[in-house]
């Protein structure tokens, strides 16, 4: 049974804990396990589920760029646990139970919980595109960004010209773009990077912000398509408009949404992403 003990919230409140499970290693839960002493000492146990090593999307730009490699990008979470007497399960967690407090990883364990804090960032999803394509890459784990980019590197040392088509012209995506079409053009200039956006490039920013934006991706020769996609084909991504592009590669860069199984756990989302809704206490 976990010892349990009290402790007092910002607020004044009082909080019970004891067994603390920490699912996903992303930013806040690797800053967490560097400070987890601080729960231990009152003696808490802490686990962290982790399917995998953590990839830094903010230096994942550079990465696809060409300008840093992959290796740079990681942090394995596992290492900084051990270090740090925290349990790290190295599975997904697939379903929480909150009634009973035990949440269910992809290996079939079932892990019990007196607090659990959620870090599991976001995924795009390829379900809201008709069609199919071989070769769709979604953004998160950027670390599928990185297989794109290898296998872009062994295509252009072939001699061959590979086109990439970014669906979703928001910031992400507009900085993939030109990320793909510098390592292209470092890497000898061939190959073509498409960026599709029904509603404009980067239209939550202010407009003189876009302005400078499309004129940078002209500049760098991003071909910009202000249209919807009607359907993913192998070799092709279909417009709305009509407009056929090939496409060697897709990379969906259509907004965030939250693991799917936050939702299906019975939390409750909102419903436009999937984002689990949070009070004042998180
Ligand atoms: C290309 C790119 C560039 C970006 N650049 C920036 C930037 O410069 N600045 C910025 O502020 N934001 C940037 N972002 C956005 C940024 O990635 C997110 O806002 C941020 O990563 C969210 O952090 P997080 O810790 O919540 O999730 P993540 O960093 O995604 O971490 C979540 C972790 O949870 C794990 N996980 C997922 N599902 C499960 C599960 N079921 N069970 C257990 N573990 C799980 C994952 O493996 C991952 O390690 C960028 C995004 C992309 C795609």
């Known amino acids: 049974m976990a010892r349990r003990f009290r402790a007092a919230g910002r607020d004044g409140l009082a909080a019970t804990m004891g067994k603390s499970l920490l699912l996903g290693a992303g930013h806040v839960h690797l800053h967490l396990i560097s400070r987890c002493q601080e729960l231990q000492v009152g003696g808490h146990e802490v686990t962290v589920v982790a399917p995998e090593v953590f990839w830094y999307s903010g230096l994942a730009s550079g990465v696809v760029a060409g300008d ?14 051990t270090a740090a007497g925290v349990s790290c399960l190295r599975t997904t967690a697939t379903a929480i139970d909150s009634a009973s407090k035990v949440v269910t990883t992809a290996n079939g364990r079932q892990v019990g919980y007196d607090v659990c804090s959620l870090n599991v960032g976001s995924t795009s999803d390829p ?7 071989p070769r769709l890459y979604r953004v998160k784990p950027v670390r599928l960004l990185f297989e794109l980019c290898a296998d872009l590197d062994i295509k252009v040392s ?15 995506g507009t900085e993939l773009a030109c990320c793909f079409r ?6 000898g200039g061939r190959g073509r990077v498409s960026l599709v956006g029904r509603g404009g490039v980067t239209p939550e920013l202010p407009g003189r912000a876009r302005r400078s934006l499309e004129r940078g991706l002209a500049r760098m020769k991003v071909r910009f398509n202000q249209a919807g996609v009607d359907r993913l084909e192998e070799g092709r991504v279909v417009l709305d408009d009509g407009t056929e592009l090939p496409a ?4 969906l860069a259509t907004g965030p949404r939250a693991p799917r199984f936050l939702r299906s756990s019975g939390l409750k989302c909102h419903d436009g992403d999937d984002a689990v809704i949070v009070d004042r206490h998180l």
């Open 158 to 172: 072939a001699g061959e010209a590979p086109s990439v088509v970014v669906i979703g012209a928001g910031v992400t």
């Open 68 to 81: 840093y490699p992959p290796e740079l990008d990681r942090i394995d979470g596992e290492r900084l646990a």
């Open 182 to 187: 510098h390592r292209l053009s470092r890497n």
């Open 127 to 133: 379900s809201l595109l008709a069609g199919q394509h």
């Open 248 to 251: 060697d590669a897709v990379v």
